[in-house]
């Protein structure tokens, strides 16, 4: 097995919060715990979304909590070229195609076929550009979800899986598109693929890298053995799963932490401006965050707290004590 390298990768749209230091403090646990590397990487690849300066706010917080990465962060807009690499491979293949439809085209369709619409729930793309273009204008690249080798477990990983990965699913049975793997806390997922997300876009129509493009590739490309990460991005394991299979890369494992709710109810994130995360006393922050991981409370120094949560994580996540330096 590789030696263990686990990853912290923040998106620079605000500050951390209090949902996002329990992801942090997670990743850094579990890569302590098994005597592994801890990466920051600042996934900067939407643009529109980003915030000047939040990145190095971002930075100086992960620091004041004790957190410091084992190589120079990285920036994914710096990484533009790994991304374009990965998606001329998957055209070169015929494993993703380009798309013409708007939003609103894409609506459209599904009404025609009669699709129940949720409320605020993803547009599940239904295929429509799939046999071609029809001299309309490609806007985006999308991710061919039909493809056998994306549900075969255990297959050797090689370029001749390009070949057969051209083989289609067959449209009248559902139950070859379910997608299985493990999650360290949640446990076995499965997700229908086509049904749940259909062909998903790698290259947006603004020109920029999809995020699940980009995150599977700077996986692979820094060795990542362990995602641990919020269960908001939970959904999103399968697609990334699905890449690594077409791309031939190696398959982490994957942790996702609970979710901090507010005190209403919701989800805490930067849209609602969730309560700035107050590090003035990082222990206190700490604290909260480790109760959501279910780990005891520390009321020493920083570092001895720090260690303590670390051996508990070790027995509580039963990380192979063979493997860890004392
Ligand atoms: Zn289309």
């Not at 409320?119 to 490609?138: F, Q, S």
Request: proline share 6%.
């Amino acid at each position: 097995m590789p030696a263990y390298r686990g990853r912290f990768a923040p998106s620079p749209t605000g500050p951390l919060h209090a949902g996002s230091l329990v992801a942090a403090l997670a990743s850094w646990l579990d890569a302590r715990a098994h005597g592994g590397s801890w990466l920051i990487r600042i996934e900067d690849v939407d643009v529109p979304r980003c915030v000047a300066g939040a990145d190095q706010v971002i930075l100086h917080q992960l620091q004041t909590c004790g957190f410091v990465s084992d190589e120079a962060p990285v920036w994914q807009s710096t990484r533009t070229a790994l991304y374009r690499t990965a998606l001329d491979q998957l055209i070169a293949h015929a494993l993703a195609y380009p798309c013409a439809c708007s939003r609103k085209d894409v609506e459209l369709a599904l009404q025609e076929m009669g699709a129940p619409r949720e409320r605020h729930a993803e547009l599940v793309y239904p295929g429509t550009c799939r046999a071609g273009l029809t001299g309309k204008n490609p806007r985006a690249w999308r991710l061919r979800t039909d493809l056998r080798s994306i549900y075969i477990e255990n297959r050797p990983l090689a370029p001749v899986e390009y070949a057969l990965s051209a083989i289609f699913l067959e449209a009248s049975n559902p139950t070859t598109s379910i997608l299985q793997w493990h999650d360290r806390w949640l446990g076995p997922q499965t997700q229908n693929l086509p049904q749940a997300v259909g062909d998903f876009v790698l290259y947006r129509a603004d020109g920029l890298f999809a995020y699940q493009l980009a995150v599977v590739v700077d996986d692979a490309a820094q060795g990542i053995t362990d995602v641990v990460r919020g269960a908001d991005l939970a959904d999103n394991t399968a697609r990334q799963i699905a890449l690594q299979r077409l791309l031939g890369l190696p398959q982490p494992r994957y942790l996702h932490t609970p979710l901090v709710l507010s005190a209403s109810g919701e989800k805490l994130s930067k849209q609602n401006a969730a309560l700035a995360l107050d590090l003035s006393n990082p222990m206190i922050a700490l604290n909260e965050a480790a109760s959501v991981l279910g780990l005891a409370r520390q009321s020493g120094a920083q570092a001895d707290g720090l260690a303590a949560w670390v051996k508990e994580w070790r027995s509580l996540m039963l990380v192979n004590s063979t493997s860890i330096p004392a």
